[in-house]
């Protein structure tokens, strides 16, 4: 119960601050004028449209989740202020708790405005793509299904988000906000390339220790390649609920519960004073 008033607390200031409201109106924005930019992909172009929107909407979130986590665990420690939250009757894993399901609150609010916006953008890009290259009218059920087929692809980019998010709360718990967004950031880069690196290792074009380091950051880094369903996706495939969605629903879920017992340790003995 005091995780969730924490929670709470955390997701309005979330929504409140100025990052939310950029992030918000900067991607909106590209989410609405790629509607109209002609792609040049001989009729295809809502399949870039896909694409780009997935990535759009990813981000962005992932970029108020690093800053959000920095300003709310970091800053607060910095300040002082969590020791007049820790002096109440909460504990120091309440309080991570607390933050971290705020957090994911404000995320969350911003990724469901964004995939409205980027839902209603397919529904009318179909028409509109239709009409200018055919001249046809767009039947619903076909409406329908491209907005369908993206779901799977906003759920797995919001699951990348939410272990992104626990790694930074970690994070934050010893180092400021700076040094919090370069690692976090350098891991979604390397959680994407690892296994383009073992891929590469395993034909023998590195040497032992490139070989080695590609290896330690696949097994040690999480595999967020497995989270970017936007280049399947704008390719017509249809996702797999039980198949993929859900593992990797479970996936997410070990992760960042791992990431934040990371936390719970160097949280548990950090000086407040």
């Given at each position: ?177 700076l040094v919090n967004l370069v690692v976090c ?79 719970f340790l160097l949280f548990e003995d950090r000086?407040?004073?």
């Open positions: 119960m005091k995780s969730i008033t924490i929670a709470l607390a955390t997701a309005k200031e979330t929504i409140r601050q100025p990052s939310f409201f950029v992030m918000a109106v900067i991607a909106g924005a590209l989410l609405i004028a790629t509607i109209f930019v002609p792609y040049f992909t001989f009729g295809e172009d809502i399949k870039m449209y896909k694409d780009t929107g997935l990535t759009t909407i990813s981000f962005a979130c992932m970029l108020l989740a690093l800053l959000t986590a920095s300003s709310t665990v970091a800053e607060e420690i910095e300040g002082k202020t969590a020791i007049t939250l820790l002096s109440k009757p909460i504990n120091r894993r309440q309080f991570i708790i607390g933050k971290f399901l705020g957090i994911e609150l404000g995320v969350l609010a911003l990724y469901v405005l964004l995939g409205t916006l980027f839902a209603g953008g397919l529904w009318y890009k179909y028409a509109y793509d239709l009409r200018e290259s055919a001249g046809g009218t767009a039947e619903t059920a076909k409406r329908l299904a491209q907005v369908l087929q993206v779901l799977p692809g906003l759920i797995l980019g919001f699951f990348e988000v939410t272990i992104l998010t626990s790694i930074s709360v970690a994070i934050s718990t010893r180092l400021p906000m950031i350098l891991i979604f880069f390397l959680g994407h390339l690892s296994p383009v690196l073992v891929e590469v290792a395993q034909q023998g074009q590195m040497n032992e220790l490139m070989s080695f380091m590609a290896k330690l950051f696949a097994w040690i880094l999480p595999g967020l390649e497995f989270y970017n369903a936007g280049p399947s996706i704008s390719t017509g495939q249809i996702i797999p609920w039980y198949r993929y969605v859900l593992p990797a629903l479970g996936y997410c879920v070990l992760y960042s519960g791992a990431a934040l017992l990371f936390a000086d407040l004073a």
